[in-house]
T-cell receptor, first 114, second 112 residues
Framework: RKEVEQDPGPFNVPEGATVAFNCTYS??????FFWYRQDCRKEPKLLMS???SGNEDGRFTAQLNRASQYISLLIRDSKLSDSATYLC???????????????FGKGTKLSVIP | EAGVTQSPTHLIKTRGQQATLRCSPI?????VYWYQQALGLGLQFLLW???????NRGNFPPRFSGRQFPNYSSELNVNALELEDSALYLC???????????FGQGTRLTVV
């Protein structure tokens, strides 16, 4: 099982739609969780951190389920500018106490269509 | 505050040559990651440095190597370049090994 798995997509949705991305991770000792956004031929940028209680930032909602080792990102009222690849990122314990490594999923491509 | 800076932004080399890519992390960040991203593909993990030490490396041949300096800046070296090494090389830094990482704009390496 891959450390961080995402549905590669692509997800093609109309403007105004709600879209959900899912991500699973294999290391139960994972510490931190993030969603990044990457535009074509650009560097990934942090979209939001994911907290155990779930968190919301405008149209974006992130959820974490530690028991199922599952993270989700919900985008409401999709805009054309949301078209990008969304990367799930997990920080997992690595070789000894206090050391964690960030692991990126391969990303899910979203295209919002007019 | 300056973000992660990478140099050069573009690099053209011929097959068999060596390339050196540089990364300056955000001030105070001690963890540096290197990734390779070929056109249209996902991020491939190359190397992770933390506190001056190599902590992990991805599934790449030994001709990909690097180091982290005492000021936490980092260098990626690619020897005996092959055409397939053409890609965007991204560096990211984080304050601690479990906090969010911030990326530089990358070095676009073209091997001809």
């Amino acid at each position: 099982r891959k450390e961080v798995e995402q549905d590669p997509g692509p997800f093609n949705v109309p403007e105004g739609a709600t879209v959900a991305f899912n991500c699973t991770y294999s290391n139960s000792a994972s510490q931190s969780f993030f969603w990044y956004r990457q535009d074509c031929r650009k560097e990934p940028k942090l979209l939001m951190s994911v907290y155990s209680s779930g968190n919301e930032d405008g149209r974006f909602t992130a959820q974490l389920n530690r028991a199922s080792q599952y993270i989700s990102l919900l985008i409401r009222d999709s805009k054309l500018s949301d078209s990008a690849t969304y990367l799930c990122v997990v920080s997992s314990a690595y070789s000894g106490a206090g050391s964690y490594q960030l692991t990126f999923g391969k990303g899910t491509k979203l295209s919002v269509i007019p | 505050e300056a973000g992660v800076t990478q140099s050069p932004t573009h690099l053209i080399k011929t097959r068999g040559q060596q390339a050196t890519l540089r990364c300056s992390p955000i001030s105070g960040h001690t963890s540096v990651y290197w990734y390779q991203q070929a056109l249209g593909l996902g991020l491939q993990f190359l190397l992770w440095y933390d506190e001056g030490e190599e902590r992990n490396r991805g599934n790449f041949p030994p001709r990909f190597s690097g180091r982290q300096f005492p000021n936490y800046s980092s260098e990626l070296n690619v020897n005996a370049l092959e055409l397939e090494d053409s890609a965007l090389y991204l560096c990211a830094s984080s304050l601690l090994s479990y906090t969010e990482a911030f990326f530089g704009q990358g070095t676009r390496l073209t091997v001809v």
